[in-house]
């Protein structure tokens, strides 16, 4: 009788402490599921003050010249959409603490450099591949609808108003090659990635892929966004580092901030300058054709990504379970509540102006 309960107590003992294991674990995603919700509804108000910002400006053309002002949006814009809430989100996860002498460790370079590097084909055209198909659905949609030029709007990438001052130009592609890599990627793939890998490694390339599409304002970019979000988290993953992925997201911006360049250099010269305009030809076609090759390279890769297993050392609640949790907290509700603002156009925005 004696032997039967030394040999029952430790059992019951071990299921009381996976149960409270389990609890603890849960609690924390939960957790992770506020203050992830907490630092994008923070993203988007600082989004929604930049704007304002920058639209009280523009009705100060008298006073400010257009030089100043070139040189004022960057400032405004890297201050309220990156700093600012970055600081905050590290706020949030500890990450000065948890970073504090790592930051060497977090950005080494992958023993396999090359191997590393040569994802970027396939994640390349993941991503523009999603773009391009994006693009089609828009437009069967506005001709299934009967020429609703609603819809290609909204699926359509955004008119944006260049400014032919080369000062504007410069700090444009200058957010788009250096700052928007370093900021997004330690932000998206270094703090929120690690705070959800806890709980899966698949997990937390998913989430961390669709708050990476959020963060772009429109849904245009959501959709190919978060397919190369979801391409950077994996190289992530198998390399164990952010300086490859910061690199990649560097090179795929580069090569979109080369048609930005090439129209405001045509607007400047007045399409006047024919070599101009043929390198712009050939700079379009080897973009398709890098578009092309990339969707090859990813397609001949699915295979090998099939057979990629994650580490999920949190097996207890299913991954529908997970993102359920996910979605219904509080902060990430309200934080798609400001992203549909966005994705709308700024309507939130707009009926508060109304008003």
């Not at 709007?153 to 957010?175: G, K, R």
């Not at 390339?205 to 979801?230: D, E, P």
């Not at 979605?327 to 992203?339: D, K, N, T, Y």
Request: aromatic share 16%.
């Amino acid at each position: 009788m004696e032997n039967f309960e030394n040999t029952e107590q430790p059992e019951q003992n071990n299921g009381q402490d996976n149960e409270h294991d389990r609890a603890v674990k849960l609690h924390g995603y939960k957790v992770v599921c506020l203050k992830l919700g907490a630092s994008m509804w923070v993203y988007f108000i600082c989004r929604l003050l930049a704007g304002w910002i920058l639209h009280q400006l523009t009705g100060l053309s008298d006073t400010i010249s257009e030089s100043m002002y070139s040189l004022i949006y960057p400032v405004v814009s890297i201050t309220l959409v990156y700093i600012i809430p970055l600081l905050f989100t590290a706020f949030l996860f500890s990450s000065f603490t948890n970073y504090s002498g790592n930051f060497k460790e977090l950005y080494r370079k992958p023993k396999r450099l090359a191997r590393a590097m040569g994802t970027f084909p396939a994640t390349f055209g993941f991503g523009y591949g999603v773009a391009l198909l994006t693009l089609l659905i828009a437009f069967l949609l506005s001709r299934f609808l009967g020429g609703n030029t609603y819809i290609e709007d909204l699926l359509t990438p955004a008119s944006v108003e260049l400014s032919t001052n080369i000062i504007s130009v410069i700090a444009i592609f200058f957010m788009m090659v250096v700052v928007a890599p370093l900021f997004e990627e330690f932000w998206v793939r270094g703090i929120m990635y690690d705070a959800l890998k806890p709980y899966g490694t698949g997990m937390a390339i998913i989430i961390s892929s669709i708050l990476f599409g959020l963060m772009h304002g429109n849904l245009y970019m959501l959709f190919y966004t978060t397919a190369f979000g979801f391409a950077l988290g994996y190289v992530r993953y198998a390399t164990g580092s952010l300086f490859i992925v910061t690199i990649l997201h560097a090179i795929v911006n580069a090569i979109g901030a080369g048609t930005l360049i090439f129209t405001v250099l045509m607007e400047i010269t007045n399409e006047e300058v024919r070599l101009l305009n043929t390198f712009y030809i050939i700079y379009l076609l080897a973009f398709l054709v890098l578009i092309v090759i990339g969707i090859v390279v990813f397609i001949s890769k699915i295979p090998k990504i099939r057979k990629y297993t994650f580490e999920n050392p949190w097996t207890d609640i299913g991954p529908w379970k997970k993102t359920a949790l996910f979605f219904i907290s509080l902060p990430v509700i309200l934080m798609f509540v400001l992203a549909f603002n966005e994705l709308s156009g700024g309507l939130i925005w707009k009926l508060i102006i109304r008003q």
